[in-house]
């Protein structure tokens, strides 16, 4: 299986800078790879879909980049409900999986 | 607007079955296909596999196979998973989740989950 290993495990930023996130895959995905929101007792929501197309209500601040394997999703500026966890997800070979997360929390 | 609710918490005993239902609305039901994904508690997500609603047709992680069952009623617009021999590690929240579009794979959106214990 396609293994998505996120990094760093734990960002630790202040409301209005820049977060950067990784998503690195074990084999090629291509675009193929998604990233979802996750705040505590809720479920996922997702961001951006085919490594740059943002979600149907996603603000602007949220960017994603990248191909093969290697993938960056950005939040330009931090806004406070942006604290959360999260995921990328792979579409490119059976079975669908998942990085292990980066939680974003506040310094 | 597109809804997907789940049933309630369910506990269990090891070796027992569990069936978790997702009614959906809002929507075309046959119109996309629809996964299912745990999340153990305090840990990340896994993906078990999907049903396709017109045909009933499922494709499963092989991690699960043989132990997961997804069936769906398409007069009520509702999917169903189905795991048994059920162990303390399959202590998690369910979500189903509905392809953003047909058979594409990205999950949006998604059901609130539903919180199965295993515990003796």
């Known amino acids: 299986e396609n293994v998505l290993t996120q990094s760093p495990a734990t960002l630790s930023l202040s409301p209005g800078q820049r977060a950067t996130l990784s998503c690195r895959a074990s084999?090629?995905?291509?675009?193929?790879l998604a990233w979802y929101q996750q705040k505590p007792g809720q479920a996922p929501r997702l961001l951006i879909f085919d490594a740059s197309n943002r979600a149907s209500g996603i603000p602007a601040r949220f960017s994603g980049s990248g191909s093969g394997t290697d993938f960056t999703l950005t939040i330009s500026s931090l806004e406070p409900e942006d604290f959360a966890v999260y995921y990328c997800?792979?579409?490119?070979?059976?079975?669908?999986?998942f990085g292990g997360g980066t939680k974003v929390e506040i310094k | 607007q597109v809804q997907l609710v789940q049933s309630g918490a369910e506990v269990k005993k090891p070796g027992a079955s569990v069936k978790v239902s997702c009614k959906t609305s809002?929507?075309?039901?046959?119109?996309?296909?629809m996964h299912w994904v745990r999340q153990a508690p305090g840990h990340g997500l896994e993906w078990m596999g999907r049903i396709n609603p017109n045909t009933g047709d499922a494709n499963y992680a092989q991690k699960f196979q043989g132990r997961v069952t997804m069936t769906r009623v398409t007069s009520i617009t509702t999917a169903y998973m189905e795991l048994s021999s059920l162990r303390s590690d399959d202590t998690a929240v369910y979500y189903c989740?509905?392809?953003?579009?047909?058979?594409?794979?990205?999950?949006?959106?998604w059901g609130q989950g539903t919180l199965v214990t295993v515990s003796s």
């Open positions: 809002g929507y075309t039901f046959t119109d996309y296909y």
């Open positions: 084999q090629s995905v291509s675009t193929y």
């Open positions: 997800q792979q579409r490119n070979k059976w079975p669908l999986t």
């Open positions: 989740a509905r392809d953003l579009h047909w058979a594409d794979n990205w999950f949006d959106p």
